[in-house]
């Protein structure tokens, strides 16, 4: 049985014309060297490096996370606890609650 020209995988296919007529294209063979922006600065992206004691965005995921706790915490509340046997790593066996008790 032949196979169809259009199926065959092992056929070189052109890129599509829009990629060819496009200033984007990919250039195989080729690798990036320069950025269209500021961003690339020395061949690093974004410039050097700098370690910052205590930077302002850590607050800012302190306050989130912070917040996601507090609304995990009133819908744990609202749970109905029961009564659970917590078994520990050694093999002892504790009572708790649940939602409330932590081994």
């Not at 917590?86 to 093999?91: A, E, F, H, R």
């Amino acid at each position: 049985m032949e196979r169809s020209p259009e199926l065959d995988p092992t056929e070189v296919v052109s890129p599509a014309p829009h990629q060819a007529e496009s200033k984007h294209a990919r250039v195989d063979g080729k690798r990036t060297k320069a950025a269209t922006g500021e961003s690339v600065q020395d061949g690093k992206l974004g410039g050097d490096w700098k370690f910052q004691k205590n930077p302002s965005f850590l607050k800012d995921r302190v306050d989130y996370f912070d917040s996601l706790l507090k609304v995990q915490i009133e819908n744990y509340s609202k749970l109905p606890a029961q009564k659970i046997k917590i078994t520990l790593p050694d093999g002892a066996v504790k009572e708790g609650e649940s939602f409330k008790t932590s081994p």
